[in-house]
């Protein structure tokens, strides 16, 4: 039994997020046979210590899921309160591994020296490396080219990574980090409950789950679902999520007169929903300019429901090959096909593919990484 703490400033279910929900699956599961913490910030409903699901909570600083965002972005100044504060709150406890989520960076230094003094190693779990050219999109050329340089810095030097697709692998080879630290590892699907969400017939009915912000493209959804819907009629959209792009969607959908076709509704809280939502849907539609592994995506092909995305998405190779990819011209075509399918799953390609996804792979994959990280053993190569 090894005693294992998570690190990161937002935790699920308090925080909704695909990244989130990965991790409290993954500390669930180690939680039967390890002693696990998470440390996070401290959003409403939880405590500065607590227990659930067999993980040991430890939060400070309150905050609100909403701070995470400011127009769109990550708020820096709740990244900096993190860092500030999470030396202090881990100091006092001990751990054989430290697993840290490295995005937003700025408390990677802080986890680093908890590491070198009480001899814990240090695995960074990445879902996504950005290039210069995306950071100066992001925050503009200056501040851009900082974080840039700070993320490069902040990356360097853990025991060992845990990238979340061979995309996101590839970047940080290429940034230096040696291959026999990185290891590729996705833990999304709980197969066995999955397998028992129970949902009425698929609807005429594309579904998109996601933050409403301007990466996600989510107006030229809507808009590609209003051609599909003359090809065919009765096709519906539903929009689950929230974000600073809500206002102007709605506003979009009201002036071209799609109150009929698109409905916006908030995120669906609890699992079971969602699933039976995605389940009782014909497609889900991701047209998200920036994208890591994208959980929802793997969520919706195990459901049975066929993904759709444009042929410029982000989304690694191991995913997009079990979905349907167009041109942005040819989706409302695509649309309109898989929603008159009596079949959609004839839509959904590889589909035993979803195998390495599984959450059962869990404890025998953190086994392996606690043993190669002994001294004396060499690192397995990804």
Not at 235 to 246: A, F, Q, R, T, W
Not at 338 to 357: G, M, P, Q, W, Y
Request: proline fraction near 4%; glycine fraction near 8%; charge should be positive.
């Amino acid at each position: 039994m090894a005693r294992i703490a998570f690190v990161s400033d937002a935790a699920y279910p308090w925080v909704q997020g695909g990244v989130q929900a990965s991790e409290y699956k993954v500390m669930r599961e180690l939680a039967k046979k390890h002693t696990v913490y998470s440390f996070s910030l401290m959003f409403k409903g939880m405590r500065p210590s607590f227990s659930k699901d067999g993980i040991h909570y430890i939060a400070f600083r309150k905050s609100d899921a909403g701070e995470l965002y400011v127009k769109g972005k990550r708020s820096i100044a709740l990244a900096r309160a993190f860092a500030a504060g999470i030396g202090k709150v881990m100091d006092g406890y001990s751990f054989d591994l430290v697993v840290a989520n490295a995005f937003p960076y700025l408390h990677i230094a802080a986890v680093k020296r908890h590491c070198r003094k009480t001899g814990a190693k240090l695995v960074l779990d990445v879902a996504e490396v950005w290039d210069l050219a995306y950071w100066k999109r992001y925050l503009g050329a200056v501040k851009g080219t900082l974080a840039h340089m700070y993320m490069k810095r902040a990356l360097k030097d853990a025991d060992a990574y845990i990238a979340n697709s061979s995309t996101t692998a590839e970047k940080l080879h290429a940034m230096g980090i040696e291959k026999g630290k990185v290891r590729i590892f996705s833990p999304i699907l709980d197969a066995s409950y999955m397998g028992g969400i129970k949902a009425g017939r698929p609807k005429n009915r594309i579904i998109y789950v996601g933050r409403l912000v301007k990466e996600k493209k989510v107006e030229m959804l809507v808009m590609a679902a209003k051609s599909a819907a003359r090809m065919e009629p009765g096709l519906k959209v539903l929009i689950v999520g929230e974000g600073p792009e809500e206002g102007a969607l709605r506003s979009m959908v009201a002036r071209e007169g799609l109150e009929g076709t698109a409905e916006i509704i908030p995120p669906i809280k609890k699992e079971h929903e969602l699933y039976k939502a995605i389940k009782e849907s014909k497609v889900l539609v991701n047209m998200s300019e920036r994208e890591g592994l994208s959980a929802i995506a793997i969520e919706s092909l195990a459901l049975g429901t066929p993904v759709l995305l444009p042929s410029y998405t982000p989304i690694p190779e191991e995913v997009r090959r079990m979905c349907v990819v167009k041109n942005i011209g040819e989706m409302p075509i695509a649309m309109a096909q898989i929603v008159d399918a009596k079949n959609k799953t004839s839509f959904i390609k590889h589909r035993e593919e979803l195998k390495r996804f599984r959450i059962s792979e869990v404890n025998a994959f953190y086994a392996k990484l606690i043993y190669d990280l002994r001294p004396g053993t060499s690192h397995s190569q990804s």
